[in-house]
């Protein structure tokens, strides 16, 4: 593993991969126990996400209220428990993450070797029951698109199930359709204006690599987040109905609908950011009701 500190904009190496979280889970993400790695960097802004620590592609210092004290950087960028990010756009060492003596300053990711993490998962092979292996996922995976690539094809030698979840928006995605066991792709709206507005990113090539993907793959889930306001009416359940019967290919692919929720709600003030999603929940028997406009439709849904 190397040093925990965050590259300046250099370019991306091949052979490593920034990683902000790591960890098993059964059948969350994938089949069976899975080691699951959260890749650093995404290239969607959804105001709903969990995982706040992982939209940066170079990784962001995390503040802990309690801890944040002057001495947790020797720059003079925290004051009155506050951290003063303008100082740290010019540092050159970050010295607080350097510290073992500071808990009130972290950075959100750590850099690790293609093979360190193969090597990892291979040691790990025996936790991987009931049809478990890796998952990659985010951030997103396709921000860091070779270095996933060979790594796929790494734990493809050693005989290792491979899932991936990703945002699909990347055009060199279908590249992968090889490498991979278990596909799972987040769809957030059906409305390409609606996207934008609320993403600031397209939903254009998501829609069309779920062409490709869905029509050569034979496991593929389809992930919805319902979020209020955003795509949780039942306008929006005859849009994705609408979507889903158009642009499905394969008779293998699934639909999940999963619940909006504020986990990451103090992650983003501790990220430096403000968390702006309005007060908002999703009615009992939303699901439901998605669920039975694709199912009328024909498509297959499933609950995780
Ligand atoms: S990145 Fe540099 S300026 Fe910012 S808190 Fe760490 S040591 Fe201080």
Redesign the pocket.
């Known amino acids: 593993m190397e040093e925990i500190i965050p590259e300046t904009g250099a370019e991306e190496k091949k052979q490593t991969l920034k990683i902000f979280q790591k960890g098993f889970n059964y059948s969350q993400d994938g089949a069976g126990n899975r080691l699951v790695y959260h890749l650093q960097g995404c290239n969607m802004k959804c105001p709903w996400c969990s995982n706040p620590e992982g939209m940066d592609r170079k990784g962001v ?1 995390l503040t802990e209220r309690e801890w944040l004290t002057e001495e ?7 004051q009155n428990g506050r ?3 303008t ?2 756009e ?8 350097r510290s073992k003596r500071q808990k009130g ?1 972290r950075f959100s990711c750590q850099t690790f070797r293609v093979e360190e993490i193969v090597e990892e998962a291979v040691r790990a092979r025996p936790m991987f029951f009931d049809g478990g292996g890796v998952t990659l996922t985010g951030g997103e995976i396709s921000m860091q698109f070779d270095a996933v690539k060979e790594l796929l094809q790494e734990l493809g030698r050693a005989g290792i199930h491979r899932a991936i979840e990703c945002n699909g928006s990347h055009p060199r995605m279908p590249e992968l359709i090889s490498l991979v066991d278990e596909w799972i792709m987040d769809v957030k709206h059906y409305d390409e204006e609606i996207h934008k507005q609320w993403i600031g990113a397209s939903g254009r090539q998501t829609l069309e690599n779920l062409e490709k993907v869905t029509a050569v793959h034979p496991h593929v889930l389809i992930r919805v987040p319902l979020i209020p306001g955003f795509n949780d009416s039942p306008r929006d359940a005859a849009g994705f109905a609408a979507l889903f019967e158009e642009k499905i290919r394969g008779p293998h692919t699934k639909v999940e609908f999963l619940v909006y929720h504020e986990f990451g709600k103090a992650k983003w003030e501790q990220c430096g950011e403000e968390y702006r999603m309005p007060p908002g929940r999703i009615a009992p028997g939303t699901v439901e009701y998605f669920e039975r406009a694709l199912q009328e439709k024909g498509i297959s849904c499933i609950r995780t």
């Open positions: 210092l947790c950087c020797p720059r003079g960028a925290v951290l003063d990010r100082v740290c010019g540092c050159s060492d970050y010295a607080c993450i300053l």
